[in-house]
Nanobody, 115 residues
Framework: QVQLVESGGGLVQPGGSLRLACAAS????????MAWYRQAPGKQRELVAH???????NYADPVKGRFAISRHNAKNTVYLQMNSLKPEDTAVYCC?????????WGQGTQVTVSA
């Protein structure tokens, strides 16, 4: 069983930055594909960024050039650095991991971008 625990959310002004972290339990993190999703009120969940076990990265168009996903395998942690935040980035951000074909999800962390 894998557990994913997010941290780093909060309230930030437009133009500000936040860094989210997702810590995973277990021994298979280095071989897992990891991703960040978000869900805003009244909207469907959407993929924000994805990083494979070998470091291939993809971003959703709305966050390209502003967000950066990274991973630290020795710490079993994946990060999402969010810069130039906009009010439309307000959402619950969830970490997702695919461990040997099985998907696991964290509980999510709230990010609110507001003046």
């Amino acid at each position: 069983q894998v557990q994913l625990v997010e941290s780093g959310g909060g309230l930030v002004q437009p133009g500000g930055s936040l860094r989210l972290a997702c810590a995973a339990s277990g021994r298979m993190f280095s071989s897992a594909h990891m991703a960040w999703y978000r869900q805003a009120p009244g909207k469907q969940r959407e993929l924000v960024a994805h990083i494979t076990s070998v470091g291939t990265i993809n971003y959703a168009d709305p966050v390209k050039g502003r967000f950066a996903i990274s991973r630290h395998n020795a710490k079993n942690t994946v990060y999402l650095q969010m810069n130039s935040l906009k009010p439309e980035d307000t959402a619950v951000y969830c970490c997702q991991g695919n461990f040997i074909g099985t998907d696991y999800w964290g509980q999510g962390t709230q990010v609110t971008v507001s003046a």
